[in-house]
């Protein structure tokens, strides 16, 4: 018993990173992120000091770089069009923020199971994610739970109550569309790509159910999950040989458990659709796209059609293309498209540099994790396509892969 609290324990701080959230009763600004960077900067500290060593990752260094060339590039954005908006100039300061916050959970996961590999933080986030989802329906069908948790917890609830959005505890939007596209994209690459996953049915059964609760849930809240779950899909058609009406990996327990699970979540859905009113709307919500090509033939969603129709918004100048216009924060071009954002703030100098960063991570890990070399490019794809709807830095997830090797190198917990 004592066990499970404390992996249940281990989940709520993986939450608190990686769906990141404030609290009333502390100032505005403070969120867990912050709490747990706080926590891991004199860890990493004394592990240095313990170990003798700073033993800095030369990928780390390459990342640390590129950091803090896009926010030198930022800075001058801003200064040269005479703004005061340090949206991304201060980027070195939020790259940072993730790196000693990942490496606070990392070393706790290392604490309690003895271990970090990319199975167990797969596992720890796709656990999360569940719960998230589920948390959102109790949030949205109980008020109790709702008024105590918009009582403490800061999220922007009032928004999200006007736009009639699900949410959980730091789950909403499109980040939570992003976290839970990188999710799946974990899950698919583990049941795939590890061994022991691959042999115990209780792992693949976990993480299936996982994978398609928050495939349905996760689109209710963010209809960006829909972008990770596409990835997710021609990962596990390529790698299973499916695609190519071949089986390449013959495992009969992965399979028939993919099977009953979908069948059985698919049975459940269709029945809740048809009899309750209010899970018939999320679920619309979810996948409108598809309902619409079913019932009109065409493929469209209000949301692409307002992205399409006003939020292509580009420069209107030279020197605003090169080195953009300083401008990023209250939506002041009203546009949530990440390239016309990103070059609208800093120009195209910046956003290729940003893009830069990210494939230099990517190809890190490339070269770091061989067997799993394909989720680290659809890692990075998929960061370029959610960029054609919202601007999101997808860091966070590089951060925890640096901080896991860190932690392994530290060996702290022998």
Known sequence: MIRILIYI???????????????????????????????????????????????????LLGAIGLALLFSLVCFYAVDYNNKADYAYATYFVSFFVWLFSAYTVCALIHAVHGAINIRLLTTYLALVCT??????????????????????????QAFLTEVNRLYGIGTALDPAGVRFSITLLLIAAVLMKDNEVRNSKRYIASLWLCFFITLVVGNMISRTTLVGAILAALYLLWYSGLGKLQIRYGNPKMYSTFALIFIALLALTVYLYNTNDVFHSHLRFAFEGFFNWAET????????????????????DTKSWIIGTGL??????????????????????????FSLFFIYNAFVFVRRFPAYKSLFLLLLLLGFVVWFKVSTDIFFI?????????????????
Request: with cysteine; charged share 15%; net charge negative.
């Open 398 to 414: 590089y951060a925890l892969f640096y901080s896991m090797d860190k932690v392994c190198v530290d060996d702290w917990c022998d």
């Open 131 to 156: 719960a998230q989802c589920f948390l959102a329906l109790l949030i949205d069908n109980v008020p109790t739970i709702q008024h105590y948790v918009d009582l403490y917890i800061d999220q922007g």
């Open 297 to 316: 033939g065409e493929w469209r969603t209000d949301s692409t059609d307002k992205l399409n129709r006003e939020m292509w918004v580009w420069p209107t």
């Open 328 to 353: 990023f924060d209250n939506w002041v071009y009203s546009t949530d498209i990440g390239y016309c954002r990103f070059i609208l703030y800093c120009g195209i100098s910046g956003i290729l540099i």
């Open 9 to 59: 324990l281990v989940g709520a701080v993986v939450s608190g990173y990686f769906f990141s959230f404030g609290f009333t009763f502390l100032p505005p600004g403070i969120n867990t992120k912050m709490i747990l960077a706080v926590i891991g900067m004199p860890m990493a500290a004394f592990h240095a000091i313990r170990n003798r060593s700073l033993n800095i990752d030369k990928g």
